[in-house]
């Protein structure tokens, strides 16, 4: 049982235009999730979080949009960079209770120049 | 500081063989997380430790076990090892408080012939 969705596997993206990568999940018990890069060969990184009580959150490129009613959320990324060609994991949990950080299955981003 | 280390980075085993997997948290870091990541699969939550104790375990067989030391360092056993348990092993630290983000080590390569 999916918990947390991502249903595009790859995307393809022109350099310096918008990346959106979208994430549903079916749990009305999680309040806070999480954005993951990674590269091959590496552990994810952090990138941007968003708790329920916020329908957005901005860093630098980054911005998180989150729909409650909806429940899904998506990343932006402007401008897309060749950089930004990694796997995006969206991650999802409950803050009630320490509940294990439950991820989806990624989207490849490929930033093409 | 430093980060989360695996060891080993890659590793080579034969079906029926038993593994043990090694992670170090970041310092002053108290929970060890471990995932699973398969091709197409995303990343799947095998279990989590907290001041020596399994706080959470997902949903793996019983072949899937681990430990954590009073420094916090974490091992993670396979024993009977099949074809497809061959995968990224990912260890993961946080605090330990709940609802924080993880910190990843780049992972063990596990290939099992």
């Known amino acids: 049982d999916q918990q947390v969705k991502q249903n595009s596997p790859s995307l393809s993206v022109q350099e310096g235009r918008i990346s959106i990568l979208n994430c549903d999940y079916t749990?009305?018990?999680?309040?806070?999730f999480l954005w993951y890069k990674k590269y091959p060969a590496e552990g994810p990184t952090f990138l941007i979080s968003?708790?329920?009580?916020?329908d957005k959150n901005e860093d630098g490129r980054f911005t998180v949009f989150l729909n409650k009613s909806a429940k899904h959320l998506s990343l932006h990324i402007v401008p897309s960079q060749p950089g930004d060609s990694a796997v995006y994991f969206c991650?999802?949990?409950?803050?009630?209770?320490?509940?294990?950080?439950?991820f989806g299955k990624g989207t490849r981003l490929s930033v093409i120049a | 500081k430093a980060g989360v280390t695996q060891t080993p980075r890659y590793l080579i085993k034969t079906r029926g063989q038993q593994v043990t997997l090694s992670c170090s948290p970041i310092?002053?870091?108290?929970?060890v997380s471990w995932y699973q990541q398969t091709p197409g699969q995303g990343l799947q939550f095998l279990f989590e430790?907290?001041?020596?104790?399994?706080?959470n375990k997902g949903n793996f067989p019983g072949r899937f076990s681990g430990r954590q030391f009073s420094n916090s360092r974490s091992e993670m056993n396979v024993s009977t090892l099949e074809l497809g348990d061959s995968a990224l092993y990912l260890c993961?630290?946080?605090?330990?408080?709940?609802?924080?983000?993880?910190?990843f080590g780049s992972g063990t390569q596990l290939s099992v012939l």
């Open positions: 993961a630290s946080s605090l330990g408080g709940g609802g924080e983000k993880l910190f």
């Open positions: 749990n009305s018990m999680f309040d806070y």
């Open positions: 968003i708790s329920s009580i916020k």
């Open positions: 991650a999802a949990r409950s803050n009630s209770g320490n509940t294990p950080l439950v």
């Open positions: 310092s002053g870091h108290r929970s």
């Open positions: 430790y907290f001041s020596e104790t399994q706080r």
